[in-house]
């Protein structure tokens, strides 16, 4: 009973004295936070005392950071001696010796663990750990190497040297490794191409990787891995033809349906390459009508097309061509629930571009009496029917078809687009009390664009009706606008210069400037626009397009003008002067990578 009784006294007097050990531990620990180091070395040299190597690493890194390298010395000899088979005290004796600035003494310690590093992978790869632990990361790297040698294996501890040559932003190394890596494991290729843009920095280093490539495909022509990737190097470049030059050659070599091509002319779209994603479409369509790809093909060629033509400056001939494109794909595929798409982007064109209403609202008239549309695209199709009713001066059909959208999808953005739509209407005609009480209950729409245009009309006309309760000089700003809307920037010019000649003094000054901007951009002119948008800045800093001209100049001059710094500045403008703007954080974000910042930082 008596040595019961003393045992479950020596396990009570146990916990205790952990539990008092850990409260000690957790003030050292909030010492060092507040920088008092010396008051944290006295807890950890008395706990490591009391409870020896349990305590070490706490120990001896606050002796380091307060320099007191022989007493880390002296520990760590001793722990050494006690435990020789343990490599963790032989490695932080290297970092004492390196923190001292003796670094012979350092790497005579490494290479000797290096020289006898045994011949088992878990070893080898704790090893390597410790050292990384350590802050190590060459000799961790280096114990990897040896350690494949040991191993005959040049295929071990991939991942790890990846990951380390990437901590080190070793782009050479990384780099090689990945080309022998992905030859046997083509599936990382999406990681590898992750890997390269958050290391690389420049030219230069995708040059020494197009080097790398170009030299192993001249050796190994077949392994086709190394062309996807240089594919891929082109697009970075933004050497576009090149890129599509390296997937065709590939896929001729290997025969297929195109899958590839395809892919990437979707990719070239995007990036606004539409010479090299037409050829890419035309090299599909060559293949014949067979290919499961035709008819996506002929599709993307033509909405690419319409891109290229309707995002730059183009001829009447251009979109008259244009035109025909689409009729003969409806004619070949006929007008069903398939082409439904095909038969809306002309009547956009016809509209917009041709200005042929009449053609444009017959073409939707049938495009919805097609049945069974997918719901979302008869919505849409729908609001451009009455769009293409207000154009063609027939308001109450326009309000009709809007109200219609409006109620079919309820408490959705859909309805929320439509019910814009009829309040700009009424905007354009002159109904001002009536547009701004649609607009009053849209400034509230979930959709953050909706309700930030919403917001930014229902201010224009409170703004512009209040001294003059019809709106008179408003109304002609609303003419321009619907010309605008109607891409007739001849017209809508000269109705804005009407303005203030009508009516000098009137408080439409910004928002003329704004509207005249737009039509600049519209058109490719963005040498004109810059004055405008900087005199909006500097004659009207704090009204309601400020922002938005601050943030249009640095989009300009970073994507148009390619004036970087000007970019940068006018993007921290947004920053520093117009902390509430919507555009906030997309300034930061562009703002950060003009600066330099990494991706991932």
Known sequence: MRVLFTTIIFVLLGTVT?????????????????????????????LYKQNNETYYSYYVNTLLNLKKFDEAENITKKLQRKHPG??????????????????????????YLL????????????????????????YAIKIFIQGRKLLKNDEAFTYELINLYRFKRDKVSLTD??????????????????????????????????????????????????????TWQYMQQKEYDLALNQALALSRRQNDDGNNIYELCRTLTASEAY???????????????????????????????????????????????????YIALLT?????????????????LQAFKLHKLNDAQKLLESAIAIPNIRTELLASCKLDLGDVYMLNNLPWEATLTYSQVEKGFENTNIAQDAKFRNAKMAYYTGDFTWAKGQLDVLKAATSQLI?????????????????????????????????????????????LDSIDKKFPGNSLSDDILMAKSRIFIQQKNYNDAVPLLKKIFNDHPTELWADD???????????????????????????????GSLWINEARKRFRLLRGDKADS
Do not use: C
């Open 86 to 111: 343990i490599n963790q005290y032989q490695i932080m004796l290297g970092t004492i010796y390196t923190q001292q600035g003796k670094l012979d003494k350092a790497n005579t310690i490494y290479d």
């Open 115 to 138: 020289k006898n590093l045994p011949a088992d992978q878990m070893e080898i790869a704790s090893l390597a750990n410790q050292f990384y632990q350590n802050a190590n990361i060459d």
């Open 451 to 495: 309700a930030n245009d919403a917001l930014n009309l229902l201010l224009l006309i409170n703004d512009n009706t209040a001294a003059d309760s019809a709106g008179a000089a408003l109304k002609i700003y609303a003419r321009a606008d619907l010309q605008i809307f109607a891409e007739q920037p001849e017209k809508a010019l000269m109705t």
């Open 549 to 579: 001209a601050v943030f249009m100049l640095g989009d300009i001059y970073e994507n148009h003008l390619d004036d970087k710094t000007s970019a940068k500045a006018w993007y921290q403008k947004i920053i520093t002067d117009y902390p």
């Open 332 to 348: 070949e595929f006929g007008r069903n629930n398939n082409t439904v798409f095909a038969m809306q982007k002309l009547a956009n």
């Open 177 to 230: 490794e990945y080309l022998n890596f992905l030859p046997a494991n083509p599936s990382f290729i999406t990681q590898a191409e992750s890997n390269f843009a958050i290391v690389f920095e420049g030219a230069a280093d995708y040059d020494l990787l197009k080097a790398a490539l170009l030299r192993r495909i001249q050796k190994d022509p077949q392994q086709t891995i190394y062309v996807e990737l240089l």
């Open 18 to 46: 952990l539990f008092a050990q850990d409260n000690e531990l957790q003030l050292a620990m909030q010492y060092n936070a507040n920088g008092e180091t010396q008051k944290a070395l006295e807890i950890y040299e008395k």
């Open 275 to 325: 010479d090299a994603a037409i050829r890419g479409y035309e090299y599909i369509i060559a293949k014949g009508a067979g290919n499961p790809l035709y008819i996506p093909a002929k599709i993307e060629l033509i909405n690419t097309k319409n891109l290229k033509v309707t995002t730059g400056k183009y001829l009447p001939a251009d979109l008259l061509g244009l035109e025909q494109d």
